[in-house]
């Protein structure tokens, strides 16, 4: 039995400011202790980025005369780094991530900002998950925070594997019409990318990343396919990145002749 | 047979003036025709960071006044996207990213740049090679990069698994003491980040990353373990994170409940 109530630390990469990051702190404090400790500005796409060569600030952020939590000069990763090694006293029961802003499935897993925090958490030994609505117009984060109250109450009950980190997606429909909750892999995807090429008042060309996302694996127990199917995605990701079937055929490559 | 030269594509994380990168081109020119593609200052531990929210920028670079490559006002992953999509007229035969100041080894996998430019090599379907060399002091790429030539060589002839890079990683030390070219897996460690604070001219407060890599795991088939023997590192890796061990026991949570 936990003699205290739990804690739980929430950080994003929208910024502190973000819709979705305000619907999942309303409902961890239903859970127990929440701190809040994000980036002070958008830090979408920024991977797994760390700041090594700058100094970080912190500054702590109020709603109205109310505390809310801590910003954050830097990226997702380095906030929950800071949160962890200089702002927490102790070590907290559970991580969020989220809620995002747009979807983190397949190939976006490697870009989000989202997902990275959460793998840092993991890194640092906290139980961590990672939360996506899937659409950037009139975002509704009402069941999204709801599904989030609920696996973050299952992972504070049951836990995670060691280095492993639960990666939800959430369709953008009303509650009524989500098919349920499925357990998925990474999808298989590709970006188009196209780079608009324009001119900038002096004459100079300047290029802007645009693209759409190709569907190479169309498997319903993917996380592309699930939540295109309604279902909430919850896909199991860890950071051990090696390719352990490649290692065989590498193996008898005559490296050392 | 090939028709045609081979058409090699050399990106890194340090910036187009690496002494690293230089290196590796001088040597690559043996092999085939070269295009440098890299970002214009250092985007060292930017992960995989892609530029979404502002344009990119692309200027010719010489050296002397001869050309020498395109530098992009991004990180390692936009130069990839960039040099495939706008600047380039084919698609190369390999990229080749590095050589790297620094070992990207073990955790560090997931912060590095020179990692992301060869994961996004792959993503876009070109056999792609992360090198690194283990130090930061008064690096010599000598030998690197001589195996960055021996095994771009062997890619070239024998190709890679779709959707895997090799990253590499070598000991910075003479080519004699060199014990040989071991096929590793992806090493456990974790960084015992502490965070130094410091106060400014104005008296407050702002923080410095800082830390120790803690080795978890020290089997000799990992790359961190490999390097320090001073065996040549090649691991290959992917960028599928599911984590498929774990989830036959997701799958038995109650999600649905």
Known sequence: MKRRP???LVCNDDGIGAAGLLALVKEMKKLGVVTVV???KQ???????ITMNSPLRITKVFRGKKFFGYAVSGTPADCVKI???AILKEKPDILVSGINHGSNTSINIIYSGTVSAATEGTILGIPSIAFSLTTYDKPDF???AKIAGKLAAMVLRKGIP???LLNVNIPPVPEKEIRGVKITRQGKTRWDDT???RRDPNNKEYYWLTGTLEIIDTSSDTDQIAVMNRYVSVTPIHYDLTNYRSLPALRRWKLNA
Chains 1, 2 share one sequence.
């Open 83 to 85: 949160a962890i090694r």
């Open 162 to 164: 060691a280095g492993t």
């Open 43 to 49: 830090q979408s796409a920024v991977g797994h980025a």
């Open 195 to 197: 780079f608009d090429v």
């Open 142 to 144: 009402h069941f999204a």
């Open 6 to 8: 739990y804690h739980i």
């Open 38 to 40: 994000a980036p002070d």
